[in-house]
């Protein structure tokens, strides 16, 4: 039986749909892992992952900005078939996502956490497990831009399967690999609170590399392969900004408001803060 086109479009969307979520709860699940391992550390350690954690998502709503307005422009020249302006909007979005990375994201992470040093006070334990977590964590909001536009790449090219057992991969690294540095198992680093971020980070990693090699074996021809960024087109950055920036602008609007509540919770005394961040982190996995 010949199925009709609107059909196949709704099976398309859907089965994009159906693998984007699962990249969603994968990436909500980091979390998890980070608290349930981070957790066994003792007091102060769950607040201290709170803190970071809304700072973190505070910065990375910027990433949506751009990464909410690349999807829509990533799909339709994929969709066109035109390999060539389809690479270089890839390469355009990559050049945007790492200048906001590198120009607004990484320098207000560390505004914020210099800012929150200063003006709040805090349980001295608290502030040393931030700033432990912090040295490492930052170089999350540059490798997060580059593998996320790399598996849009892949759902719009029909590799969402891939994609989704990508970020499946990088889980299951993350789970396994950061109790080896928070602890020191096997004979690695103990690394304490700090360790908890690089495991994060190097999941991180292990994502962009999968995706890199994924795209190299199935779809070549999307992969950029030039070491030096073109020109920027500025008006394809605007439209990108102009489609994202509600989406960013409302994420920013919600992290001010956590950043608030955390600040106003962590007037309590330590057992209740530390009761807050994790079911804050069991709350956002889920929600």
Known sequence: MKISAPVRCFQAMAKASGFASIGYVVDYTFQLVDMFWLAKLG??????????????????????????????????????????????????????????????MVPLFVIVINLDAVLVSKNIDVQTHVWAYAGVIWASLIVIPVYTTLLTVMRSANLGGMATTISLVALVANFGITPLLVFGWLGAPELGVAGGAMGAVIAQL???????????????????????????????????????????????????????LVACINSYPLAQSDGFGVGLRLIAAVF
């Open 206 to 260: 292990i994502t962009l590399g999968l995706s890199v090699i994924c795209l190299n074996r199935y779809r070549p021809d999307l992969l950029p392969r030039v070491m030096r960024l073109p020109k920027p087109d500025w008006k394809l950055h605007r439209k990108i900004i102009d489609i994202g920036w509600p989406v960013g602008f409302t994420l920013l609007i919600f992290q001010v408001e956590a950043i608030i």
């Open 43 to 104: 007091p102060a350690v769950p607040t201290a992952l709170t803190i970071i954690s809304v700072y973190l998502f505070f910065s990375l709503a910027l990433n949506e900005i751009v990464g909410s307005g690349s999807v829509s422009v990533i799909s339709q020249t994929i969709g066109s078939r035109d390999v060539t302006a389809a690479r270089r909007k890839i390469l355009q979005v990559l050049q945007l996502k790492l200048g906001f990375a590198l120009g607004l």
